[in-house]
């Protein structure tokens, strides 16, 4: 499979834990994307890499988020002390020009 | 920063043509794409325009016009198939692809 790729896909958890996320991009694809979706709505920018440089956070990106992309490969999304307010859909997606390549995001619930 | 705004819903019927009108605010413009969501899946790719023009790729076609901020999504001979949402970004140099909320299109038959 060449296709960009997360894990997990879905994801319960109970308010106040950690939970970590990782995306797995397409081969040479030296950017990658992490946003996160709620119904209805569109992607809404987390944060982005270029190799393993952390370029840009938004600043709607709390201190309970971090993201890393150690050697330019995989990324990993940590959200700590989950609140109700995290849930949603997080999707990764990857470039090495104009078009995003996405995967099939990591459902996150939090009771 | 960036302001997209796009019509929250539209409805159509197969066969017909409809256009999803997408205008954008931003500084350092670097290409404005257009991507299909279906309920519960990821978005994937449609089109990409950088220049002014209109761009076609089968039933598809986008439109941007850089000095009035606009773009629009054409959407020819419609199946029931192209219900879905559709989601209108904007590229701003040496930074992220930034979303609008996206329209949901209904078609009926």
């Known amino acids: 499979d060449t296709g960009v790729s997360q894990d997990p896909r879905h994801k319960i958890t109970k308010r106040g834990q950690n939970v970590t996320f990782r995306c797995d991009p397409i081969?040479?694809?030296?950017?990658l994307y992490w946003y996160r979706q709620t119904l209805g709505q569109g992607p809404e920018f987390l944060t982005y890499f270029q190799n393993e440089a952390q370029l840009e956070k938004s600043r709607l990106l709390s201190d309970r988020f971090s993201a890393e992309r150690p050697k330019g490969s995989f990324s990993t999304l940590e959200i700590q002390r989950t609140e109700q307010g995290d849930s949603a859909m997080y999707l990764c997606?990857?470039?090495?020009?104009?078009?995003?390549?996405f995967g099939q995001g990591t459902r996150l619930t939090v009771v | 920063g960036q302001n997209i705004d796009q019509p929250t819903e539209m409805t159509a019927t197969e066969g017909a043509i409809v256009q999803i009108n997408c205008t954008y605010q931003?500084?350092?413009?670097?290409?404005l794409f257009w991507y299909q969501q279906h309920a519960g899946e990821a978005p994937t790719f449609l089109s990409y325009n950088v220049l002014d023009g209109l761009e076609e790729k089968g039933r598809f076609s986008s439109f941007l016009s850089r000095s009035k901020g606009y773009s629009y999504l054409l959407l020819k001979e419609l199946q029931m198939k192209d219900s879905a949402s559709y989601l209108c970004a904007v590229n701003q140099a040496g930074t992220a692809l930034i979303f609008g909320k996206g329209t949901t299109l209904s078609v009926s038959s």
């Open positions: 931003t500084s350092g413009f670097n290409g």
């Open positions: 997606a990857s470039t090495a020009g104009p078009e995003a390549f």
């Open positions: 081969s040479e694809h030296n950017r």
